[in-house]
């Protein structure tokens, strides 16, 4: 029997890959770098791997901490607390963009007729019910969901295969017009959706139940999942062309919909519509579940008492913008420019506050 | 021996409900004795109260009492009153009431249980279980025989749990024969039998059984204190062990297994529950219990393990159909026309456009309708059985759809729904999808898919915190540990489970040695 609060490897290897993939293998990411879109993803990757390693370092020179108690230690109680508090605000806003997005597509794709107010209502309900039965629940529904959505990522990836509208020489020319317009894609956008975001296990990864941090485990399955994502990348490409796949707004969705020619099952997107769901529900309950940690951390109340209020306020904020072009001009402009203080810029602050502490603890002795 | 009959809470005596008498310590007259007890139990005529005076010779003077019907006639005859009939010292003038007892305790009686006690509620429950009491003039002790014997039903076949291949025999109603069959099958000094008498008026006997070391301490400490807490005046079936003692409150999912079957159970204690087998019902119990185990039959491994593998996958199967066919039935034909073929679709809408309800109405008055002939087939007597099935099938099913009362598709969906369901092994989880498959149906037709989702999301988060006694209701999935699962979803061939799968709280033990897969001995002949 472990404790309540504590998290086993697996348990946390598997958020990571499904938190990883969310809702990324919908989108057409780095859809600027046209074919080379997939190369757009590997420098996403590899730059977010760079960053993963920052975390990692930052949480293993602070063993036992979480990302506020590494704040406050730093930064002082006064600053550090303030900067929780922004994360604990970043990550309520980053949860209510995963919101409004599922109710913006549960619209588009499932329910034209039913108000949003309600199906996010409910998304919000649901994350809320397992954020309030405590970590250990939270942490084991990636067990069972993981194979679930891999399983059918599978099954439409083969039957994709079989079907023969795979055309890998849409991928070419690789490289058309040099490595700029790749590194334009990939920097800073596809770093800090989704690889950055990564920021979220500073929160967790003291949950782990074996001392020390999980750094192989956090590793192979962040480098699991690029390749996985990378491969989705690329295959929404090879089967709709670098035009369609950029220009459309699910692109993945449209992917699945060239296999209507199989007679019998004709239409796949209720698969699509359940890996959206699933992908969008655990993203969005990961955040919620930093935002209530870090807040009820930073007052010292149980987390059973910021649940609601927070998720009042996820809810309250998914309503602030008028509509989806909105929504996605938010999400491509300022969020963007936000993301990278929170990313990089505040762990950064973190590390080098940690080397200056050695040092001095260092020369004084 | 645990097995002390007596194991009774003192608490409980505390707030029982009815009076409980002050203790009655025996008189040294035999003539008060039988007053009082004839006083608390009343002049019922099953009771047989047998006086032996030897007014010539001695003082000696005793009497017998038992209860006909729980008593067997026989013994009492042979192995009480003969006896102490015909032994030639008991007639002797200068015995003395003590040494007369002793000599009978120890020797005149060929019985294997004697027991002694010496207040009157010390010695009826004994009168209750078929003992005959012996009482004697001038002494303060009472002495009873274990002369039980009552009419029971033979062994037969289990008649919810049946099998193809397997063992044909299932529990009776006695605890005695149950934990025979037990320890039939395991054969070991490890084997634990703890008996417990629960409910102050039906003091029915229920039996824990578990093997020592396998079972986990902590679980069975739990079993242990939430049946001493037990505080009721009736157990009449498992059932009611079963609501007193499990987890989760509020939940639509059973948390502990119920089985008809022996080697059901042997099966369960061999890999770490605890069985409960309780007197009156063929019924026990098997705890702590996951999800999975609710999926596993005994038949699983009675069978080569390719065909059990897909017969476990066909029953998971059937369990999502039966839970989620109407729903996604109703919400595809409410809300998401545009996912199905579209030949499928007008074939679908032209059935649907004779009938005068919506799918929602339609589907609700086909399940209700075939839950009502269920619980008819279940309640009418034998002999009128065929008449209902024919009137069930034709009238409800083909007229209905002439009718244009529903759809032939909604009574395609039905009865698979329905038929699913009993593909299911344990009755158990099977009743709790026939609720759940109701409020499926509901958010069906208010959110569609959406909804469907949302709702299985809901019950995942709901299974992912329930515990039964301890351990964790979807393990091992979730928490998940890789190795035990090579007997949930498939089961790998016997000599591969070499450890000891789910006994998660207890200690991870081996069951069998390693590669034992059978090969040719030496090099390959051909």
New interface residues.
């Given amino acids: ?1 472990h404790n309540k609060e504590q998290v ?1 490897t ?2 946390l290897s ?1 958020m990571i890959m499904l938190f990883e993939i969310g809702s990324t293998p919908l989108f057409l990411l780095g859809g600027k770098a046209k074919q080379d879109s997939w190369l757009a993803m590997c420098t996403g990757s590899a730059a977010g791997l760079v960053l993963l390693m920052l975390l990692l370092w930052i949480q293993y020179r602070s063993q036992h901490n979480d990302l506020i108690g590494m704040l406050a230690l730093h930064l002082g109680k006064i600053a550090g607390s303030a900067v929780g508090g922004m994360y604990s605000l970043y990550f309520a806003y980053q949860s209510m963009r995963n919101v409004r997005d599922l109710g913006e597509l ?1 619209a588009l794709t ?2 034209p007729n ?1 108000p949003m107010s ?2 996010m209502l ?2 919000v309900g ?1 994350a809320l ?2 954020i309030w ?2 970590t ?2 939270v942490f ?2 990636p ?3 993981l194979p679930v959505v891999l399983s059918f990522y599978a099954v439409l990836v083969l039957l994709l295969g079989i079907m023969g509208s795979l055309d890998f020489n849409q991928l070419a020319p690789v490289l058309e017009n040099g490595f700029k317009p790749i590194a334009d894609a990939a920097l800073p956008d596809i770093v800090s959706f989704p690889f950055g975001q990564m920021i979220v296990f500073l929160m967790l990864w003291s949950l782990w139940d074996k001392p020390g941090v999980p750094v192989k485990n956090t590793v192979a399955a962040y480098l699991l999942i690029s390749i996985f994502l990378i491969f989705m990348n690329a295959l929404n490409v090879a089967v709709l062309g670098p035009g369609i796949a950029g220009s459309s707004q699910l692109p993945f969705l449209k992917t699945v919909r060239t296999l209507s020619s199989l ?5 796949l ?2 698969l699509v ?2 890996q959206l ?2 992908g969008l ?1 655990i993203k969005m309950m990961l955040f919620y579940f930093c935002s209530v940690k870090a807040i009820a951390e930073l007052t010292g109340k149980s987390a059973k008492w910021w649940v609601f209020p927070v998720g009042a306020v996820i809810y309250g904020a998914s309503f602030l913008e008028r509509d989806y072009t909105q929504h996605i001009a938010i999400g491509l402009g300022p969020s963007l420019k936000i993301d990278p203080v929170f990313q990089v810029a505040i762990p950064l602050l973190l590390a080098v506050s940690i080397l200056l502490r050695s040092w001095f603890a260092r020369s004084s002795s | 021996m645990p097995g002390n009959p007596q194991r009774t809470n003192p608490n409980k005596s505390d707030n029982a409900e009815q009076s409980v008498p002050a203790p009655f310590p025996l008189d040294p007259s035999l003539e008060v004795n039988l007053q009082v007890l004839s006083h608390r139990i009343g002049q019922s005529s099953d009771i047989v109260v047998r006086r032996f005076t030897n007014e010539s010779l001695s003082s000696l003077e005793l009497a017998f009492i038992y209860i006909d019907g729980l008593v067997n006639a026989d013994v009492v005859n042979q192995g009480v009153l003969q006896p102490l009939l015909e032994t030639v010292q008991l007639k002797s003038e200068f015995i003395s009431a003590t040494d007369a007892f002793q000599m009978i305790k120890t020797q005149i009686l060929p019985i294997g249980g004697v027991k002694e006690g010496n207040t009157l509620e010390a010695l009826l429950p004994m009168l209750f279980d078929g003992y005959t009491l012996i009482l004697l003039e001038g002494l303060q002790v009472g002495m009873a025989a274990d002369t039980s014997g009552w009419e029971k039903r033979s062994i037969n076949e289990p008649t919810s749990q049946g099998v193809i291949r397997g063992p044909k025999e299932g529990f009776t109603e006695s605890l005695r024969t149950g934990t025979s069959m037990l320890r039939r099958r395991l054969k070991t000094p490890d084997l634990r039998i703890e008996e417990y008498k629960i409910g102050q008026r039906t003091q029915t006997g229920v039996a824990l059984v578990y093997l020592e070391g396998i079972a986990s301490e902590q679980v069975l400490k739990e079993i242990r204190r939430r049946l001493n807490a037990i505080n009721t005046d009736s157990i009449l079936e498992s059932n009611y062990i079963e609501e007193f003692i499990q987890d989760g409150g509020l939940t639509p999912f059973p948390t502990i297994q119920n089985t008809e079957r022996p080697d059901a159970m042997a099966g369960g204690i061999l890999e770490g529950q605890v069985g409960i087998i309780i007197d009156g019902t063929p019924f026990a119990l098997l705890a702590p219990s996951t999800f999975f185990n609710f999926f596993q039959s005994s038949e699983d491994y009675y069978q080569r393990y390719d065909i059990s593998s897909f017969l476990r996958l066909i029953r998971y199967s059937a369990f999502f159909v039966s839970m989620l066919l109407p729903a996604l039935y109703i919400a595809v034909t409410t809300f998401h026309q545009e996912m199905l073929p579209t030949t499928l679709l007008i074939s679908l809408a032209a059935q649907r456009e004779g009938v005068p309800l919506p799918a929602l109405a339609e589907a609700l008055l086909m399940e209700l309708t075939f839950d009502v002939l269920r619980e008819a087939g279940v309640r009418m007597p034998r002999t009128i059985g065929p008449a209902i099935s024919i009137v069930g099938a034709l009238v409800l099913g083909q007229a209905a759809v002439q009718a244009g009362l529903v759809s032939a598709a909604m009574v395609i969906v039905v009865s698979f729904t329905a038929i699913s369901n009993f593909v299911i092994p344990s009755l158990a989880i099977a009743n709790s999808i026939r609720l759940i498959r109701f409020v499926m149906m509901f958010i069906a037709a208010t959110l569609g898919l959406f909804g469907i989702m949302s709702f299985l999301m809901v019950l995942l988060i709901h299974m992912a915190g329930l515990r039964s006694f301890g351990v964790p209701y979807l393990s091992p999935v979730a928490p998940m540990v890789p190795r035990y699962l090579k007997d949930i979803f498939i089961r790998v061939p016997l000599w591969d489970m070499t450890m000891r799968p789910k006994t998660i709280l207890g200690e991870e033990t081996r069951r069998q040695g390693e590669h034992q897969q059978p090969k040719p001995q030496g090099e390959d002949p051909v």
């Fill in positions: 029997m086993s697996l348990q598997f549960t499932m329910l039913s309600v199906t409910i998304f649901i019910y397992a039965k405590g250990e629940v084991r529904l067990e069972v969901l007679k019998f099952i004709e239409r997107d209720i519509t359940i769901f699933i529900l």
